[in-house]
């Protein structure tokens, strides 16, 4: 495992590897967020990109809620837009930071890479990729005539692009929210599995703790939990995008999908950063 320290360093990791973990090094979520826009600022300055903006700040669960369910699926913030229709805010990076006045912490994060999940099985050629997933956002997805489709579950991403659905209809079933597609963990695996793909030969699990920064690349990974968290116990930041044009929308879409033709290769387990 990587051991380095400067931004430069973690920006390394965190364009090879996806993620970069730094560990027990942080006080407060303002010293937290400051790392983490300062290492996303200096990686999309060197890829090129523009820069991001915050898109979303949370503290989940909320301090005035309820402890959550001891699973979360496997999903991406704010969703991949697959049938842009106008402009809208898409993430691009999350932060995640476990403060010092938590009182304890069980959860473990769970990253999936998804150049190293996908390519366990064939893909439809892309033309056919990209109907799968316009027919399935009509039938099946939260899509809307007017705003168009985004998909925030992979389980649903990769079913549509496999043009075999299993799940039920976040449009006709009543009462169903997307999230809610798995009870258990096991539940979740074993609906991949039946897709060809087995997440724990590849899922990176990280078991955040009191001081810890967890950043990582929104796209290139889908992220879940196993285990609950406390109210107040963790603090969120979502960078990407915001007001994203159609166009561009389908330009980043269009490098999502690339994923499932192996266009990238997975770096080697060593290369993941943990500061």
């Not at 929104?218 to 990407?240: D, F, I, K, M, T």
Request: glycine share 8%; proline share 6%.
């Amino acid at each position: 495992m990587g051991d380095n320290r400067g931004v430069t360093g973690a920006c390394s990791a965190l364009r090879e590897s996806g993620f970069v973990w730094i560990r027990s090094a942080l006080a407060t979520p303002a010293a937290a967020f400051a790392k983490s826009q300062e290492l996303i600022a200096e990686c999309t300055a060197s890829n090129g990109h523009d820069a991001l903006s915050v898109i979303g700040d949370f503290i989940l669960p909320p301090p005035d809620g309820e402890a959550t369910r001891d699973f979360q699926t496997l999903h991406f913030d704010f969703g991949v837009p697959l049938n842009p229709l106008r402009d809208q805010d898409v993430a691009r990076y999350t932060a995640l930071f476990i403060p010092r006045s938590a009182v304890s912490v069980s959860a473990v994060t769970r990253l999936v890479p998804l150049d190293a999940l996908l390519r366990q099985r064939r893909w439809p050629d892309r033309a056919t990729l990209l109907d799968n997933l316009m027919v399935y956002g009509e039938s099946h997805g939260a899509r809307d005539d007017a705003d168009g489709y985004s998909e925030g579950s992979l389980a649903r991403v990769v079913e549509a692009a496999a043009g075999a659905p299993r799940l039920p209809s976040v449009k006709s079933t009543p009462g169903f929210l997307c999230g809610m597609e798995f009870d258990t963990l096991a539940a979740e695996v074993s609906f991949f599995k039946c897709l060809g793909l087995d997440v724990e030969a590849v899922q990176v699990e990280v078991p955040l703790r009191l001081g810890d920064l967890l950043v990582f690349d929104n796209v290139a990974l889908a992220h879940g939990r196993c285990g609950s968290r406390r109210p107040g116990e963790l603090h969120q930041r979502v960078y990407g995008h915001r007001s994203l044009s159609p166009a561009a929308q389908r330009a980043l879409r269009d490098r999502f999908l690339a994923v499932f033709g192996g266009r990238r290769l997975a770096p080697p387990r060593s290369a993941v950063s943990m500061l």
